[in-house]
């Protein structure tokens, strides 16, 4: 989406952590997420991260958020060939019913070179 | 587990034409969202309901219509077809709203695609 930026493409060797980094613009989100999208197949949410935390830790998932800069990070540790596919993060805004609507970024591919 | 279920998953289409995808959200999920995703596009949030009541209105274009029905399924309706709306609709549901529950997760189905010639 055009207020949630993120680099396209990323290479990384397997075993190595992937960083994959995200600019949002709204401030007043509660939540940010990270869903995964592989090849013809739909959105799986991987992490999200409330709005008052710095970082979470799930696995070989870890999420740090910068508030003053809205920047957002998903790192992937011993990054591995299934983890071939694109990364979205997304920003939330609540409407006035309570919804909860997502803003997706632009999207990273990442590529797990052997 | 039950998981969102979007029918059809494929869907050719002329110009002009008229279309309707349905979602079948997770048992007991009262919310329902309609995304679009363009082709190497990130999604797109079109429209929302929760408790049959339309909750949030994205960029859904006029010629789309969508309703949330007793049973909670949802179904998009697409008239005069134009090339550009070949994309991926997904839906998502969830259970409760922001205001009920700290955090409810959105629930994504797998995908819609349709393609208009």
């Known amino acids: 989406g055009e207020d949630v930026e993120q680099s396209l493409f990323l290479s990384v060797r397997e075993g190595d952590s992937s960083v994959i980094n995200c600019t949002y613009t709204?401030?007043?989100?509660?939540?940010l997420y990270w869903y995964k999208q592989e090849p013809g197949a739909g959105l799986q949410l991987l992490t999200y991260?409330?709005?008052?935390?710095d970082m979470k830790q799930d696995q070989r998932l870890t999420v740090l958020l910068n508030k003053k800069d809205k920047h957002l990070s998903l790192r992937i540790a011993d990054t591995q060939t299934g983890d071939s596919a694109i990364y979205f993060c997304?920003?939330?805004?609540?409407?006035?019913?309570?919804?909860?609507?997502?803003?997706f970024g632009t999207g990273t591919r990442l590529t797990i070179i052997p | 587990a039950a998981g969102v279920i979007q029918s059809p998953r494929h869907l050719i289409k002329e110009k002009r034409e008229t279309a309707t995808l349905k979602c079948y959200p997770i048992?007991?999920?009262?919310?329902v969202y309609w995304y679009q995703q363009g082709p190497g596009q990130d999604p797109q949030f079109l429209i929302s309901?929760?408790?049959?009541?339309?909750?949030d209105k994205g960029s859904i274009p006029d010629r789309f219509s969508a309703q949330q029905f007793s049973d909670y399924h949802s179904e998009l309706n697409m008239s005069s077809l134009e090339l550009g709306d070949s994309a991926l609709y997904f839906c998502?549901?969830?259970?409760?709203?922001?205001?009920?529950?700290?955090?409810?997760?959105?629930?994504f189905g797998p995908g819609t695609r349709l393609t208009v010639l």
């Open positions: 048992p007991r999920h009262d919310t």
């Open positions: 997304a920003e939330s805004h609540i409407s006035n019913f309570g919804n909860e609507k997502l803003t």
């Open positions: 991260i409330f709005s008052n935390m």
């Open positions: 998502a549901s969830s259970l409760g709203t922001s205001r009920e529950r700290s955090y409810n997760e959105q629930f």
């Open positions: 709204d401030s007043s989100s509660t939540y």
């Open positions: 309901f929760y408790e049959k009541m339309q909750s």
